[in-house]
């Protein structure tokens, strides 16, 4: 029975000397395929930075300026057009404005003419009192609107006034 137990305690060293070789040798196998690995990107990242350094040096930097001024060109035409833009939907906005003013005034107008209509059937009809339109449909107030708006207008538009220095 000392043999079975001294055979058994022999059998499992051995297993486990092979099991410690076997993984060993495994983790070897992985890590010469990973310096491989390496080895192949490091060559390729060298290719790719020895390219990348021949387009620097061939770049002119006469060219590099002509194309930076060229940039701020575009850029400043750009902006241009964002201000014309800008100028061009604000004057649409006025110009709304101005018409939905004008639509109310002819409204006050058609409201002034049927009510001087309404006057003149009313008088033929019966002799009451004549009376006056309502003050909010005059043509002399209809002036003093538009000369408003169109003040308004004027300094909106116009640039604001520097400070006078002393």
Avoid at 59 to 66: C, E, R
Avoid at 116 to 132: A, G, I, M
Wanted: net charge neutral.
């Amino acid at each position: 029975m000392d043999y079975l137990i001294a055979f058994s305690a022999l059998f499992s060293i051995a297993a486990i000397w092979f099991l410690w070789l076997y993984i060993t040798s495994r983790q070897q196998k992985n890590n010469r395929v990973q310096l491989r690995l390496l080895v192949g990107r490091s060559g390729l990242l060298k290719e790719e930075i020895k390219r990348h350094t021949a387009i620097l040096e061939s770049l002119d930097t006469q060219t590099l300026k002509a194309a930076h001024q060229q940039f701020h060109r575009a850029l400043d035409t750009l902006q241009m057009f964002l201000i014309e833009r800008q100028t061009y939907l604000q004057n649409q906005e006025d110009l709304g404005h101005l018409q939905r003013t004008k639509i109310a005034l002819q409204e006050i107008q058609v409201q002034s003419l049927a009510y001087d209509l309404v006057q003149e059937c009313s008088s033929e009809t019966t002799t009451s009192t004549d009376r006056e339109p309502p003050e909010s449909i005059t043509p002399r107030n209809r002036h003093t609107i538009e000369n408003q708006l169109l003040d308004k207008i004027n300094s909106a538009s116009s640039p604001p006034s520097k400070p006078h220095e002393k």
